[in-house]
């Protein structure tokens, strides 16, 4: 802690800026960090994955596949592993708990969940509780076993949010965490709404993540679009509505053979979704790629949610440009994301991170992008603090990628990379036009097209039915995807 302490010192005396420990008042900008846009540092975590930031933004904590890390941020120029576990519940009856690729924190209680998708049917699956009022000594409070895989979690007011997908079935499953005896409590289902959707290949409409916020719960439900639950009691989820997604006629035309290329491409896909504090604007993005040459890589798109039942889709951020979408290309995708304060943080795997400037979110205006895509493939991008977001690469467990596993710490502040590596095999101006520079457009692909249409039909009856409309690598695919659209890819 001595150590900690003075390099603190050194970054209020040498002018790099006052470290906050939480959200620094005054400029969104860090404008002690001149010069061409890059990290502050990066610290190496294996096998790192997920990662969100702590309630006063001193630390960070990384899901690592199979264990979890914390690292200190208060120095973000000098961010360090301050507590890190790994092989989680070995003694336990076919343990441990494996592929672990979220975690989630709130106020003093973390939560650890795995394996994100199905392994085999004898391994040890569920969700652990830390008490983290001391991050750097994590003490274990509770576990609750699962009879299905969780992708992804979320914490609020003590209740759980878990995705529980099945071969047969996809739901949100509800479990109180409160305590140190775990009980779910609820758990919900768009078959609940119309059995028809038992009918469709589980993998299209897998529930991917879940984010809540203000009594509110946000589906990522794939290729069924986004779903909006009202979870101000945690015990009795109802429907609020559906868009961005497919119809659900359109959805049971698929062949179960053709499935496989669904869940890989467009449109559809809706990955993760969070609205900002007044919950009146969305941001969701779509994971994709190409398939036999069709479709490309999915971006990120902004929502009017004022009125649930009735969402306008703003904007949309095109992908990077890649010189081969497929998945066994050059990953530009959008994955995780962070909306808050007017800003929009994106990870985009080897095509970097960026942020938005979307006090204007029908006009995006994009202030950095920073990309090594020999070295990093980046899962998330988290805001910190006002001068500084972390974000976390998987490195060298993607194909292509050479560099460590870790996570990186960026200045919030409006700048462009120095020479930055060309994404493309032609290079040329891509990065100054057109939608090879991730700049905002609206889509005009005749499946985009479709998906609008589908969307326009499905939000304007989103409270009277279930008409409205799963993914990422186990040396691969398998990692990222859910387990509904795993089992689709995998059949």
């Known amino acids: 802690m001595q150590r900690r302490e003075f390099l603190r010192g050194v970054a209020g005396t040498a002018g790099i800026g006052a470290v906050g420990t939480g959200a620094v008042a005054g400029s969104t900008t860090a404008g002690a960090h001149p010069g061409p846009y890059s990290p502050f540092a990066s610290v190496a975590i294996e096998e790192a994955k997920e990662a969100v930031v702590g309630p006063d933004g001193e630390y960070a904590y990384v899901a690592a596949t199979d264990g979890f890390a914390v690292v200190d941020v208060r120095v973000y120029q000098d961010p360090q592993v301050a507590y890190e576990e790994r092989d989680l519940l070995a003694d336990r009856e076919n343990g441990p708990l494996r592929l672990i690729q979220d975690v989630k924190v709130e106020d003093d209680r973390l939560l650890v969940a795995g394996p994100a998708d199905p392994i085999r049917a004898d391994v040890l699956q569920g969700v652990l509780v830390y008490d983290v009022s001391d991050p750097e000594n994590p003490e274990r409070v509770a576990f609750h076993e699962t009879d299905y895989p969780i992708h ?20 949100l499953a509800v479990v ?15 078959t609940d709404r119309d059995e028809q959707w038992g009918e469709i290949p589980t993998g299209l409409w897998t529930v991917h993540d879940v984010w809540v916020r203000d009594g509110r719960a946000y589906l990522s439900h794939w290729d069924a679009g986004l779903v909006i639950l009202d ?3 945690p015990t009795s989820p109802s429907f609020v509505s559906r868009f961005a997604g497919r119809s659900l006629d359109d959805l049971e035309s698929v062949e179960r053979k053709r ?12 990955h993760y979704a969070m609205t900002d504090d007044s919950g009146d ?32 889709r703003l904007a949309t951020i095109d992908a990077p440009p890649s010189p081969n979408p497929a998945q066994n290309g050059t990953w530009t995708t959008s994955h995780n994301l962070d909306l808050v304060d007017g800003r929009l943080f994106t990870s985009w795997y080897q095509g970097g991170v960026k942020i938005h400037d979307v006090s204007d979110p029908a006009n995006p205006d994009e202030m950095a992008w920073w990309r090594m895509p020999g070295e990093t493939a980046f899962w998330t991008a988290k805001r910190a603090s006002q001068r500084f977001f972390v974000a976390s690469s998987i490195g060298d467990y993607l194909g292509g ?19 930055p590596p060309s994404l493309t095999t032609t290079d040329g101006d891509e990065g100054e036009t057109g939608s090879a520079d991730g700049g905002t457009t609206t889509p005009t692909t005749t499946e985009q097209a479709a ?4 969307t326009a039909t499905t939000a304007g009856d989103a409270g009277s039915s279930g008409s409205a409309p799963g993914f990422g690598v186990g040396a691969g695919i ?8 795993w089992t689709a890819y995998r059949d």
């Open 152 to 171: 992804n979690c979320y914490l609020h007011e003590g209740v759980a949010y878990l995705t529980a997908n099945y071969p047969d079935r996809n739901a």
């Open 231 to 233: 979870v101000s009691d």
């Open 401 to 419: 990628v050479e560099g460590e596993a870790g996570l990186y710490t960026f200045p919030i502040e409006r700048d462009q990379q120095k020479s």
């Open 259 to 270: 499935s496989r290329a669904h869940v890989i491409r467009l449109p559809g896909n809706v």
């Open 451 to 454: 998906l609008e249409e589908d």
């Open 281 to 312: 604007l969305l941001a969701l993005n779509r994971e994709a790629w190409a398939v036999d040459g069709e479709g490309g890589p999915g971006g990120v798109e902004l929502w009017n949610i004022s009125d649930a039942t009735s969402p306008e």
């Open 478 to 485: 398998a990692g990222l995807l859910g387990a509904g659209a």
């Open 176 to 190: 109180d965490v409160s305590g140190d005896s775990p009980e779910e409590i609820a758990r919900w289902s768009l």
